[in-house]
């Protein structure tokens, strides 16, 4: 294989060896196949065409300074898929499974594991969609899960800077009492003209208020929200936003250096109040923030006075991506060696 320019990847599709599939049928989960076509033949009637009965989850693996290939809390993400299948009744795949699968096609694409020196990383999707047809709205008598890896670029190509972010008033991404809370891709429909929107404005993303009183923060485009002030993390308490795992280990992390956590609602106000703030998910771990516009109420909260990402977020930041290269001791048994 050509060399790759590791370091310039962007986040997008690259075509690797094998993904792996698992076929739900006739009530049961059958075995674990390689394959390596790239299409999925399917009947036209499937409900995840349809219907939108699909969930996908995001995880990564990272090549340590030691050569050893770590995958991080992919028992998280195997539990919140359980939790997602719940939501939109779909059979649900053991942990097991889920473990078994993820470790099979990482070892069979080892060659697009990008090397520790570059900062990228191999991403991982897991997919599982209702193949069976129906058209009638109910859930499929057939499933399929599966799981493709592609390497990605480093987040920050220039070094860990901050983002402006806009309040987008006009469209909700999901509802109190909806989808929210699961990762489906109807949510990710329903966001797309927001997302266009702010991306047009030049924003680095949008952040949704809660559908309902359109007063507190939800979280922002695929990313959950976190603020700082006064030595404590507070991050949102919602029946809307997705329960990040990045959110979750950087709450484990705060407490361990110390920090008061808070999960409770937050006021929009509330954001003239932190020191320091960011975005975060798998793909960036922190995207510390510059500042949040309301445009449609003329606000602007400015969050990074000096426009560098503050000594917190900086903290976290290293401190998680310590743990995941390998570089920090895993304390909290996150980490999932590939043997
Ligand atoms: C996946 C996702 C996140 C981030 O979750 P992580 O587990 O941290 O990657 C946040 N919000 C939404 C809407 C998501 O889909």
């Known amino acids: 294989m050509k060399e790759l320019d590791w370091a310039n990847l962007p986040f997008g599709y690259m075509k690797t060896d094998y993904n792996v599939r698992i076929y739900y049928r006739n009530g049961a989960w059958g075995e674990t196949e390689v394959c390596s076509e790239e299409t999925i033949p399917m009947h036209m009637a ?54 078994e699968a993820v470790l099979k096609v990482v070892k069979l694409n080892e060659r697009f594991i990008p090397p520790y020196e570059s900062g990228a990383s191999l991403y991982i999707r897991p997919l599982l969609i209702g193949t069976g047809a129906q058209v009638g709205v109910h859930p499929a008598s057939e499933y399929l899960f599966l799981i493709f890896v592609t390497p990605v670029g480093p987040y920050f190509k220039g070094g860990f800077s901050t983002n402006p972010y806009v309040i ?83 709450m484990q992390l705060a407490e361990d250096l110390g920090m008061k956590v808070e999960r409770r609602p937050v006021p929009e106000e509330e954001l003239t109040t932190f020191e320091e703030a960011g975005a975060c998910g798998t793909a960036a771990v922190i995207s510390p923030i510059e500042r949040i516009d309301d445009l449609e109420n003329g606000k602007s909260y400015v969050i990074a006075k000096d426009g560098k990402p503050g000594p917190v977020c900086t903290k976290l ?11 920090e001791p895993d304390v909290h048994g996150w980490v999932t060696i590939v043997e």
């Open 317 to 327: 930041y290293h401190l998680l991506r310590g743990i995941q290269y390998g570089d």
């Open 46 to 99: 499937a409900t995840c065409l349809h219907y939108g009965q699909e969930a996908f989850e995001g995880l990564k693996a990272f090549r340590g300074k030691d050569g050893k290939v770590r995958i991080f809390r992919l028992e998280e993400n195997a539990a919140r898929l359980q939790s997602t299948c719940q939501g939109i009744l779909m059979p649900e795949l053991s942990t097991e499974r889920f473990r």
């Open 168 to 250: 987008i008033r006009e469209f909700d991404r999901s509802a109190p009492l909806g989808t929210g809370i699961y990762k489906v891709g109807g949510n990710y429909a329903a966001s797309l003209r927001a997302n266009k929107k702010a991306h047009d404005l030049g924003y680095a993303c949008e952040f949704y208020l809660d559908a309902k009183e359109k007063k507190y923060i939800d979280e922002c485009g695929a990313a959950n929200f976190f603020g700082i002030k006064d030595n404590t993390y507070i991050t949102p308490l919602s029946t809307s936003i997705l329960p990040s795992i990045t959110n979750k280990s950087l």
